[in-house]
T-cell receptor, first 113, second 115 residues
């Protein structure tokens, strides 16, 4: 049973517009959520995280929103740039086992010039 | 040089062969991990190690073994490779982060094809 779900395999947006990547989870024990970005032929790189005690975390053009009641989080990229084109993975962990990250399947974002 | 280096980057082998994927890091992190990625699937944890003497199975350890030769080196072995082990393998490192998010630093990946 997949505990972290990214239901959109791909997303295409125009440069300058907002990109919204979504992630749903089923395990209410998760208390940290992370987003990773992956370019082809490279390993995933950490982008941004959020604690379950917060509902928003912002870092430059990237903002993550957490809705605990809906078990849903989203990553907003504003404005989107062609260099943002990559696969984005949502991941979650909990408590004393926070070294175990549970990943979603990823969403391929394409930002068109 | 990369913080986390994986070798080989690509490998094609035959069913039944023994394969070793190697990982070395310059981050100075105690924790090291091996993940596997399959098309359309997220990353799944194979093994993890908190230090040289502490090695633990992840969610998909069957058919794999690991060795932590030093703080900086963590290798993954497939004793007898089978086609469904064809995948992209990632090594990662992290520092203890209680409380807080466990931020992993990944290598570039090793693509393994088992024929």
């Amino acid at each position: 049973d997949q505990q972290v779900k990214q239901n959109s395999p791909s997303l295409s947006v125009q440069e300058g517009r907002i990109s919204i990547l979504n992630c749903d989870y089923t395990n209410s024990m998760f208390d940290y959520f992370l987003w990773y970005k992956k370019y082809p032929a490279e390993g995933p790189t950490f982008l941004i995280s959020i604690s379950s005690i917060k509902d928003k975390n912002e870092d430059g053009r990237f903002t993550v929103f957490l809705n605990k009641s809906a078990k849903h989080l989203s990553l907003h990229i504003v404005p989107s740039q062609p260099g943002d084109s990559a696969v984005y993975f949502c991941a979650a962990s909990y408590g004393g086992s926070n070294y175990k990250l549970t990943f979603g399947k990823g969403t391929l974002l394409t930002v068109n010039p | 040089d990369a913080d986390v280096t994986q070798t080989p980057r690509n490998r094609i082998t035959k069913t039944g062969k023994r394969i070793m994927l190697e990982c070395s890091q310059t981050k100075g992190h105690d924790r090291m991990y091996w993940y596997r990625q399959d098309p359309g699937l997220g990353l799944r944890l194979i093994y993890y190690s908190f230090d040289v003497k502490d090695i633990n199975k992840g969610e998909i350890s069957d058919g794999y073994s690991v060795s932590r030769q030093a703080q900086a080196k963590f290798s993954l072995s497939l004793e007898s490779a089978i086609p469904n082990q064809t995948a992209l393998y990632f090594c990662a490192t992290s520092e203890p982060s209680q409380p807080g998010a466990n931020v992993l630093t990944f290598g570039a990946g090793s693509r393994l094809t088992v024929l």
